[in-house]
């Protein structure tokens, strides 16, 4: 019997319930009893479903991220578990739940980076055992609880009004302070004023002598 593995594949064979080792791609002729498992070594994405997680400082936290990996052992991939794809999901999301815990709700979005590479650290072993590399973790979500957004969100428009009512105070300063030089400039030179009232007039009348014949 004839198999045929293409390039991202690889098969684990076993002859009559025993373990032989692995075969590459290419055509591999093999016996009748012999079992080959296919087994694709491209990489993959996962994505586990978000989970809410208790911080430090006791808020719940909605957080998600995606998962980068690939088979680097056939052989264990295929002896290790049932269904790897499944124990690797459920190690990054203990590992995930294990770094968000550690930390307050006000810290889990800045050390997004920080929780990912933690979360590498902590299923490296597991993912190991399973003939997994996982290439990659990164954070996606994270989502704070809606009396949180909302506080955050009145916060910033607290500040935004306060901003704009100090630029009126300062325009209002400055207002004032033209009109106290002004008052100063008058006082200490009062035919400012009469040049000032020169200017202003939309019409001069000057009043001259006739001339004598």
Do not use: C
């Not at 019997?1 to 319930?17: H, I, S």
């Not at 093999?30 to 994505?47: A, E, G, H, Q, S």
């Not at 989970?51 to 052992?73: E, F, H, K, M």
């Amino acid at each position: 019997m004839k198999r045929t593995l293409y390039p991202w594949e690889r098969g684990v064979r076993f002859d009559r319930g025993v373990l032989v080792g692995e075969l590459g791609p290419g055509r591999h002729r093999v016996p009748f009893r012999t079992v080959l498992t296919r087994v694709d070594i491209r990489p993959r994405t996962m994505t586990p479903a978000a989970q809410d997680v208790p911080t430090a400082d006791g808020v719940l936290v909605r957080v998600t991220v995606v998962v980068r990996w690939a088979v680097s052992s056939p052989t264990k991939f295929v002896l290790e578990a049932a269904s790897p794809e499944d124990e690797l999901y459920t190690a990054v999301q203990l590992a995930l739940r294990g770094a968000v815990v550690t930390r307050a709700h006000s810290a889990v979005d800045p050390e997004r980076v920080d929780i990912a590479a933690e979360v590498v650290a902590r299923i490296a072993p597991r993912a190991e055992e399973l003939g997994i590399s996982v290439a990659e973790v990164a954070g996606r979500d994270v989502v704070m609880p809606a009396e949180l957004r909302r506080a955050a969100l009145a916060e910033l428009v607290a500040a935004s009004e306060g901003r704009a009512a100090l630029e009126r105070a300062r325009g209002e300063t400055a207002a004032l302070r033209s009109l106290l030089n002004a008052a100063r400039l008058a006082e200490q030179h009062p035919a400012l004023l009469e040049l000032r009232a020169l200017q202003t007039a939309s019409t001069v009348v000057v009043d001259r002598p006739a001339r004598s014949r």
